[in-house]
């Protein structure tokens, strides 16, 4: 049986358990999983602090008003409480910067590796919304529904990162 | 529903995701890098599982007509361009929109950055797409049951048994036990690392 002291799970189990998450998504909130649009809310709110206009006619209005995005913004602090109670129950510490990205990337300074963080979150998230979702709402969600969108932003994601990696760890 | 209620609701999910997220590590820096490198398939494993799962619930869901299935639009040039930066980031930053929360929870200090960077970007994209927006349009949310004209749910199943021997046969290939390495982050796994 799996426990939440154990350190590891397997990975089909803990897939199936995120598929079952699909349940409750589809039941009660009419969507399906999803993390992204969580980020367009935030930033939707963060704008409208300057730019009122934001409210209405933008592309942050719906991020701003509809409570669906208010549901995955919980499931995204969700994610980061859970993952602490997990850690925290199999006393799994981490670094404060992991050891085996920092080896492959060939980055050992610190400020290096915060820089590249901001910029790969900024490429993660400039990508997600042009393509209309992330991991989470195109790849488990959108393939799960058999979308013709998701079938094409899919093998893009591992495209991009195939490559990236290739330049990356034979360091350019 | 109430909103209270919903921001229950969506603590309880997130909590279990969060917690699925963590112990399966697929969350860690360097599995998502070892995936991206081909020497890890932690990533595809607990990926593809979550998806035949999801095959399968809304197969049933759905051929029940209890739920409304929702594809997201169709744009090809913006989805091939935006998926491929979605991977740029995904190794330059070593976390995806959503593992990047589960990296916080856990305490890498660095996925405070990509949080940040993150939600730079949702805003520069919600400010910038009046420039682009005639190119990113498309209105069309297809499925391939749609396209067949088959059912949903046989097309579904028929993807969940295809992709469930793919699991098997990926397995076999590569056990999970060989690829997770002595401190649960894939350190020393892969043929060249």
């Given at each position: 049986?799996?426990?939440?002291?154990?350190?590891?799970?397997?990975?089909?189990?803990?897939?199936?358990?995120?598929?079952?998450?699909?349940?409750?998504?589809?039941?009660?909130?009419?969507?399906?999983?999803?993390?992204?649009?969580?980020?367009?809310?935030?930033?939707?709110?963060?704008?409208?602090?300057?730019?009122?206009?934001?409210?209405?006619?933008?592309?942050?209005?719906?991020?701003?008003?509809?409570?669906?995005?208010?549901?995955?913004?919980?499931?995204?602090?969700?994610?980061?409480?859970?993952?602490?109670?997990?850690?925290?129950?199999?006393?799994?510490?981490?670094?404060?910067?992991?050891?085996?990205?920092?080896?492959?990337?060939?980055?050992s300074s610190p400020i290096a590796r915060y820089v590249l963080a901001f910029l790969g979150g900024f490429i993660l998230l400039f990508g997600a919304r042009l393509a209309g979702g992330c991991t989470s709402g195109h790849g488990l969600t959108g393939l799960a529904q058999l979308a013709v969108s998701s079938s094409i932003v899919v093998p893009a994601i591992f495209a991009g990162g195939i490559a990236t990696a290739l330049v990356f760890t034979r360091r350019f | 529903m109430d909103l209270l209620l919903i921001?229950?609701?969506?603590?309880?999910?997130?909590?279990?995701?969060?917690?699925?997220?963590?112990?399966?590590?697929?969350?860690?820096?360097?599995?998502?890098?070892?995936?991206?490198?081909?020497?890890?398939?932690?990533?595809?494993?607990?990926?593809?599982?979550?998806?035949?799962?999801?095959?399968?619930?809304?197969?049933?869901?759905?051929?029940?007509?209890?739920?409304?299935?929702?594809?997201?639009?169709?744009?090809?040039?913006?989805?091939?361009?935006?998926?491929?930066?979605?991977?740029?980031?995904?190794?330059?930053?070593?976390?995806?929109?959503?593992?990047?929360?589960?990296?916080?929870?856990?305490?890498?200090?660095?996925?405070?950055?990509?949080?940040?960077?993150?939600?730079?970007?949702?805003?520069?994209?919600?400010?910038?797409?009046?420039?682009?927006?005639?190119?990113?349009?498309?209105?069309?949310?297809?499925?391939?049951?749609?396209?067949?004209?088959?059912?949903?749910?046989?097309?579904?199943?028929?993807?969940?048994?295809?992709?469930?021997?793919?699991?098997?046969?990926?397995?076999?290939?590569?056990?999970?036990?060989?690829?997770?390495?002595?401190?649960?982050?894939?350190?020393?796994?892969?043929?060249?690392?």
């Amino acid at each position: 049986m799996i426990s939440l002291s154990d350190k590891v799970w397997s990975p089909y189990v803990a897939g199936a358990l995120i598929g079952l998450l699909q349940i409750p998504a589809f039941m009660l909130m009419d969507t399906g999983l999803g993390a992204s649009s969580s980020f367009v809310k935030f930033a939707g709110h963060a704008a409208l602090i300057f730019d009122p206009t934001v409210a209405d006619g933008s592309y942050f209005s719906k991020y701003i008003t509809s409570s669906k995005y208010v549901w995955q913004t919980a499931l995204v602090i969700g994610i980061a409480l859970g993952a602490f109670l997990s850690m925290r129950l199999s006393n799994a510490r981490r670094d404060r910067i992991s050891p085996v990205w920092k080896e492959a990337m060939g980055v050992s300074s610190p400020i290096a590796r915060y820089v590249l963080a901001f910029l790969g979150g900024f490429i993660l998230l400039f990508g997600a919304r042009l393509a209309g979702g992330c991991t989470s709402g195109h790849g488990l969600t959108g393939l799960a529904q058999l979308a013709v969108s998701s079938s094409i932003v899919v093998p893009a994601i591992f495209a991009g990162g195939i490559a990236t990696a290739l330049v990356f760890t034979r360091r350019f | 529903m109430d909103l209270l209620l919903i921001v229950l609701l969506g603590l309880a999910m997130g909590l279990l995701f969060g917690i699925a997220l963590e112990k399966s590590r697929v969350f860690e820096p360097g599995m998502i890098l070892g995936q991206m490198r081909l020497q890890n398939f932690t990533m595809v494993k607990v990926f593809v599982s979550a998806i035949v799962t999801g095959l399968i619930v809304l197969a049933c869901l759905h051929g029940l007509g209890i739920v409304t299935l929702h594809p997201k639009a169709l744009s090809v040039g913006a989805q091939v361009l935006g998926g491929g930066l979605i991977g740029v980031g995904m190794v330059v930053a070593g976390a995806c929109p959503g593992t990047v929360f589960a990296q916080i929870g856990a305490g890498y200090k660095d996925a405070w950055m990509i949080l940040l960077g993150g939600l730079v970007g949702a805003f520069a994209y919600g400010y910038a797409l009046p420039l682009f927006a005639p190119y990113v349009g498309g209105a069309e949310k297809m499925t391939y049951a749609d396209i067949t004209g088959w059912p949903f749910w046989l097309l579904a199943l028929g993807l969940a048994a295809l992709l469930f021997v793919g699991l098997i046969l990926l397995e076999k290939w590569r056990p999970s036990a060989s690829e997770i390495g002595a401190e649960f982050d894939g350190r020393g796994c892969g043929p060249q690392s």
